[in-house]
T-cell receptor, first 116, second 116 residues
Framework: NAGVMQNPRHLVRRRGQEARLRCSPM?????VYWYRQLPEEGLKFMVY????????ESGMPKERFSAEFPKEGPSILRIQQVVRGDSAAYFC??????????????FGNGTRLTVT | AQTVTQSQPEMSVQEAETVTLSCTYD???????LFWYKQPPSRQMILVIR??????QNATENRFSVNFQKAAKSFSLKISDSQLGDAAMYFC?????????????FGKGTKLTVNP
């Protein structure tokens, strides 16, 4: 039973390029969360998606960032026109039943984005 | 808004000894969940232990236990018989029980070093 799969593991982009981060949730999970971890910081919530719906995007920057979770395929976090401040580790997590204490959040290994 | 504070950026412990990591949080909610996550150098986020706020009994998982003081809004993690493999960043996290979401609020982390 594969866990949450994120790719790529490392991504290097020049300023102004686009970054696409992919996340395949655990089998059977239809709830996906994206978090960002800046250097020396804890993880910060960005967005919560179900299949084809954005449920909570209160942590997403207003510009350049978008996320989707299509009916088929992985969830995508897209960052347009990247800047150096976007350099961070981006984590995806999935759950089976949100809000249930016996349905834990499973994290992927993250994508480390470096903007040069 | 909820906040989580970890006042110890770094801690160290001798192998086989016991160490306690501190965490305090601020919330106006009466029902919520608290978590400790471990992040080794591999970057994977591993759930160590969780506590439901409505439960008075402190959670334990093998060598890991918590001291949950609801009135003081304190949630410390005790690691007994420390092992070299326990060396990692440890993050305390909070989640409200309302809303059916797994939106977590993380502290900034404590880096634990285990000395042989």
């Amino acid at each position: 039973n594969a866990g949450v799969m994120q790719n790529p593991r490392h991504l290097v982009r020049r300023r102004g390029q686009e970054a696409r981060l992919r996340c395949s949730p655990m089998k059977g999970h239809s709830h996906v969360y994206w978090y960002r971890q800046l250097p020396e910081e804890g993880l910060k919530f960005m967005v919560y998606l179900q299949k084809e719906n954005i449920i909570d995007e209160s942590g997403m920057p207003k510009e350049r960032f978008s996320a989707e979770f299509p009916k088929e395929g992985p969830s995508i976090l897209r960052i347009q026109q990247v800047v150096r401040g976007d350099s961070a580790a981006y984590f995806c997590a999935s759950s089976l039943q949100p809000g249930q204490s016996n349905s834990p959040l499973h994290f992927g290994n993250g994508t480390r984005l470096t903007v040069t | 808004a909820q906040t989580v504070t970890q006042s110890q950026p770094e801690m160290s412990v001798q192998e086989a000894e016991t160490v306690t990591l501190s965490c305090t949080y601020d919330t106006s909610e009466s029902d919520y969940y608290l978590f400790w996550y471990k992040q080794p150098p591999s970057r994977q986020m591993i759930l160590v232990i969780r506590q439901e706020a409505y439960k008075q009994q402190n959670a334990t998982e093998n060598r890991f236990s918590v001291n949950f003081q609801k009135a003081a809004k304190s949630f410390s993690l005790k690691i007994s018989d420390s092992q070299l493999g326990d060396a990692a960043m440890y993050f305390c996290a909070y989640r409200g029980a309302q809303g059916g979401s797994e939106k977590l609020v993380f502290g900034k982390g404590t880096k634990l070093t285990v000395n042989p």
